[in-house]
């Protein structure tokens, strides 16, 4: 991977192509962000650079923190996050990474943190299939039998009511529609998880190669 960026979901539009066909898009408010630290295989055991993005007050940053961004001569950042790279060679701490580094057509993974739906039910969070309302069976949204009587236990992976959402999804091989490089707008074709303003990890598609 040679190519990631951070960005924030401003929303979903729509808009025509050459041929007047409608393309849903998702914009995406791209960098700029800058590199806080390199890491590379002799020192660290691997190849990552880690990206800053959108600038934070630095009376909100604690001691170590402010270290951090000091060594790399960059104002502190709200988010940060970090990214495997081939060569760690190409990039430096202070670096300005813009959405001008992608190119329209190139497909890229997104990752982000999907909307949280909160505690739900096994018939909403599995699609599990709810019980006789005839004849006063009294047991309509239950989770139904939890397996062997003589385990005394419930086994591992157990579909249950539990918290739905909230958890990481990426999606693979999105293309890039459109690039406005003076407004940092990135446009993806395509739906993005998370909800708008939340933030946005854009890398190198793995199977678009």
């Excluded at 190519?3 to 393309?23: C, P, S």
């Excluded at 074709?189 to 909800?195: E, F, L």
């Excluded at 933030?199 to 199977?207: G, M, T």
């Amino acid at each position: 991977m040679d190519k990631a960026i951070l960005a924030r979901k401003v929303g979903m539009t729509q808009i025509y192509d050459e041929q007047g066909r409608v393309i849903p898009v998702t914009v995406l408010e791209a960098g700029p962000c800058r590199v806080v630290q390199v890491k590379n295989m002799d020192k660290d055991g691997y190849n990552s650079i880690q990206l800053g993005y959108k600038d934070k007050k630095e009376n909100r940053v604690n001691k170590p923190l402010k270290g951090h961004f000091r060594r790399a001569k960059v104002k502190p950042m709200q988010y940060l996050r970090e990214f495997r790279v081939s060569d760690p060679a190409n990039y430096s701490p202070g670096q300005e990474i813009k959405v001008d580094s992608f190119a329209v057509g190139e497909s890229v993974d997104v990752s982000a943190t999907a909307k949280g739906k909160g505690f739900a039910g096994s018939i909403k969070k599995m699609g599990f299939g709810r019980g006789p309302k005839t004849h006063g069976s009294h047991y309509y949204r239950g989770p139904g039998s939890l397996g062997a009587v003589d385990a005394a236990r419930v086994f591992k992976g157990r579909p249950l009511p539990g918290r739905m959402g909230a958890w990481r999804r990426t999606v693979q091989n999105l293309n890039i529609v459109d690039i406005d490089a003076d407004k940092n707008i990135l446009l993806v074709k395509g739906s993005v998880p998370g909800p708008r303003g939340g933030l946005v990890e854009i890398k190198e598609s793995v199977k678009g190669k």
